[in-house]
């Protein structure tokens, strides 16, 4: 390799290492195909040298054999232009004969003709973690888990908060990342400067900090950070700049000790998040988040969380009809997730969705929805060919890199076909990246898979979400309907969002249709197609196929 080309390496490499915290860097003039790698990676693994030609391939022998085929596949996608991002988590083997679990991201960067010219990126070694934040001096996102566990151990009642800031990135758009980085670090001492006499505090994942307090209440907590979310927002200064912050915060009590770390942090984000989407800030607590006791609801969470790792155990679908509103007969249905065990009895999915989708597990049940519904969607097919099975869709569902693929590997795999499948999203989705969003949607639609947008006008992106992505189908909520008879308003809304959908060119299904009287009422407005109580209740699937494919009777007459 030429010494011009091998100092250019270096330089991107000494750039990618003061970015790369805990993690091993490497980078790959993809022209040569002569990369540099991290002088801690090479000791802890035994790897020929920090540099190394032909690397990929040399790497790949010491990745596990089970995992093997899914790195060979990402980098070759890589090196033949058809991918520009690398991020998956496989185990390698070290220098001592044991496998280290490595999360191992990486991009593509292009020259001025955009020809691939550089493959750089991070493997985070989870064998080898870091307690301590390199930026603030606090202990890190592994130290709380960690001291989680001993709280747990020791049956320590304790009070947690998670707080964050708002529109972070804006203040690194404006200031830049060392500027931003000094606010963080003064946000951490303020908040030790208030917490330290009380418990341990923490620097969590991205722009959020936790505090464990066994010596505060839950309204001595929510008072403290009240104040701090006052000064921060009037009086507070970063290198002799005056910032106004916003922030948000989520405070769950523990008591129980027989839950999980994981169903405690996923409670916790949920009422974070529940803070900055709902509360403008305002502290959530847990408890209020569910309107239930604290610990009967942590509880309950924990052994959903836990049959999630179960094989799905406890859950299963139900289904509810969608007629044709024109003909009333069955065009299809939609699958609605239940869970029950002999304790509990039948959990609403209100109680455990909002969390779960916090937690890194709910793909797995996502997944476990998606391909129960499309066998249980096959027994229908014989009977009614142009059947459709609508299934919800998560934000975290979404937000998964492979999440196209994960749904068309399902297809082939259950043989259900792709035309009778609609996805329905809602405008949560609005929180991730709207062009992958839009590059995921067309793999769909080029397989015959119908998209659909739920609650529509619920919130206030729904407008910007159908401007923005193709979607086949618009389902207005039961709030707009319920008093359709007797409402003018709406009725208004109900006529507005029928000639907008006939605008996208996307048919109108309206939910919660309770009566005969409200079934005709709504027909005037042009809708496609009509769901509720009127034709069932979400049933099982034994109780569907009885009541429509064994019985030749009409969908409202069956009802």
């Known amino acids: 390799m030429n010494e011009k080309r091998k100092k250019k390496l270096d330089?991107?490499?000494?750039?990618?290492?003061?970015?790369?915290?805990?993690?091993?860097?490497?980078?790959c003039d993809m022209?040569?195909?002569?990369?540099?790698?991290?002088k801690n990676a090479v000791d802890f693994f035994g790897l020929p040298s920090e540099y190394m030609c032909h690397a990929g391939e040399i790497w790949e022998e010491y990745i596990h054999p089970d995992d093997r085929e899914s790195y060979h596949q990402s980098i070759e996608t890589i090196f033949s232009g058809k991918d520009s991002d690398h991020d998956m988590q496989y185990r390698a083997k070290a220098r001592d004969g044991s496998y280290a679990v490595c999360t191992c991201r990486g991009v593509v960067i292009c020259d001025d003709d955009g020809k691939p010219e550089y493959f750089g990126g991070t493997i985070k070694n989870h064998d080898v973690i870091s307690y301590i934040d390199n930026m603030t001096g606090l202990r890190s996102l592994y130290g709380f888990f960690d001291d989680l566990k001993a709280m747990f151990w020791k049956h320590e009642k304790s009070v947690i908060l998670l707080v964050g800031v708002n529109g972070f990135s804006n203040i690194n758009d404006i200031y830049g990342y060392s500027f931003g980085n000094s606010i963080l670090r003064k946000l951490s001492n303020l908040l030790t400067e208030n917490f330290r006499n009380y418990g341990q505090i923490y620097r969590m994942d991205g722009t959020k900090f936790a505090v464990i307090s066994s010596d505060l209440t839950i309204e001595m907590m929510s008072a403290m950070y009240k104040q701090i979310k006052d000064q921060v927002a009037h009086d507070f200064y970063a290198q002799g700049e005056h910032v106004s912050l916003s922030l948000n915060a989520g405070i769950v009590n523990v008591d129980n000790?027989?839950?999980?770390?994981?169903?405690?942090?996923?409670?916790?984000?949920?009422?974070?998040?529940?803070?900055?989407?709902?509360?403008?800030?305002?502290?959530?607590?847990?408890?209020?988040?569910?309107?239930?006791?604290?610990?009967?609801?942590?509880?309950?969470?924990?052994?959903?969380r836990n049959s999630v790792s179960e094989n799905c155990k406890g859950f299963y679908l139900c289904y509810?009809?969608?007629?044709?509103?024109?003909?009333?007969?069955?065009?299809?249905?939609?699958?609605?997730?239940?869970?029950?065990?002999?304790?509990?009895?039948?959990?609403?999915?209100?109680?455990?969705?909002?969390?779960?989708?916090?937690?890194?597990?709910?793909?797995?049940?996502?997944?476990?929805?998606?391909?129960?519904?499309?066998?249980d969607g096959r027994r229908m097919l014989e009977k009614y060919p142009d059947f459709i099975m609508n299934v919800n869709l998560s934000y975290a569902q979404l937000g998964q890199k492979n999440f196209a693929d994960t749904v068309l590997e399902l297809l082939r795999e259950t043989g259900f076909p792709a035309k009778n499948l609609c996805l329905e999203i809602t405008e949560r989705c609005r929180l991730l990246d709207i062009n992958l969003l839009k590059v995921m949607f067309r793999k769909f639609r080029e397989q015959g898979i119908r998209i659909a947008l739920d609650d529509f006008g619920t919130g206030?992106?729904?407008?910007?979400?159908?401007?923005?992505?193709?979607?086949?189908?618009?389902?207005?909520?039961?709030?707009?309907?319920?008093?359709?008879?007797?409402?003018?308003p709406d009725q208004h809304t109900v006529k507005f969002i029928s000639d907008l959908a006939d605008a996208f060119s996307a048919e109108v299904c309206v939910e919660g249709v309770e009566t005969?009287?409200?079934?005709?009422?709504?027909?005037?407005?042009?809708?496609?197609?009509?769901?509720?109580?009127f034709y069932s209740k979400p049933i099982p699937m034994d109780q569907f196929i009885k009541k429509y494919v064994s019985d030749d009777s009409n969908p409202a007459q069956s009802a």
């Not at 330089?11 to 980078?27: G, K, R, T």
């Not at 000790?257 to 169903?263: A, D, G, L, P, V």
């Open 460 to 488: 206030f992106a729904s407008l910007g979400i159908l401007r923005e992505l193709p979607v086949d189908i618009i389902k207005i909520d039961r709030e707009y309907v319920k008093n359709v008879e007797n409402s003018m």
């Open 31 to 38: 022209q040569e195909d002569y990369s540099r790698w991290s």
């Open 516 to 533: 005969a009287q409200m079934r005709n009422f709504l027909k005037r407005y042009g809708i496609s197609s009509l769901q509720g109580y």
């Open 257 to 304: 000790f027989n839950i999980s770390n994981e169903t405690v942090y996923s409670c916790l984000k949920y009422a974070y998040y529940k803070s900055k989407s709902r509360q403008l800030g305002e502290p959530v607590i847990f408890v209020d988040a569910l309107s239930n006791t604290n610990r009967t609801a942590i509880e309950k969470l924990n052994v959903v």
């Open 11 to 27: 330089e991107l490499f000494q750039i990618f290492s003061l970015v790369a915290e805990n993690s091993y860097v490497y980078l």
């Open 320 to 375: 509810q009809p969608i007629v044709d509103a024109s003909t009333e007969k069955l065009k299809g249905m939609e699958a609605l997730i239940r869970w029950k065990n002999e304790h509990y009895g039948i959990v609403s999915p209100v109680q455990f969705i909002p969390i779960l989708e916090q937690d890194p597990i709910f793909p797995e049940l996502g997944k476990w929805i998606l391909r129960q519904a499309m066998e």
